[in-house]
């Protein structure tokens, strides 16, 4: 294996990781409703994000600020011990959860800014920077 690649394979492990642990903290059941119901998504930038036009409460709001700032704390202390800054870790998380992650029926952001929705027949388009 060259150098290059044995840094982008423990990259990718380090990113799953991370998209697991950012996973788990989704776990909130009030959360899982929102993003069920299409008011709150997944974000090509790593982290949830409200649907325009979606009447988000504020607890919902809350809850999702609050898992941005565990994504971010997670993001910037696995970004420094690799070296790389921490939107590419966010990225790179953000890379496994829209190929795993989104269920049929939610929404996500996609790296243009528009908002989609997972289907049967609209699968999640993954971002350009993911790669193949």
């Known amino acids: 294996m060259t150098r290059k690649t044995t840094f982008l394979v423990a990259f990718t492990a ?16 009030i959360l899982a409703q929102a993003r069920a119901s299409g008011l709150v998504g997944e974000q090509a930038d790593g982290y949830l994000g409200a649907v325009p036009g979606a009447s ?4 919902v709001r809350g809850r999702m600020d609050q898992v941005n700032i565990q994504r971010r704390a997670l993001y910037t202390r696995r970004a ?5 800054s921490v939107n590419e870790m966010a990225a790179a998380v953000a890379c496994e959860v829209f190929e795993s992650r989104i269920a049929v029926g939610e929404r996500y952001r996609d790296e243009t800014g528009q908002w989609r929705q997972h289907t049967a027949s609209a699968p999640v388009a993954a971002p350009s920077f993911c790669g193949d």
């Open 14 to 29: 380090a990113a799953l990781m991370i998209a697991g642990a950012s996973y788990a903290q989704q776990s909130d059941p």
């Open 56 to 59: 988000v409460s504020a607890d």
């Open 80 to 84: 420094a011990e690799r070296n790389v």
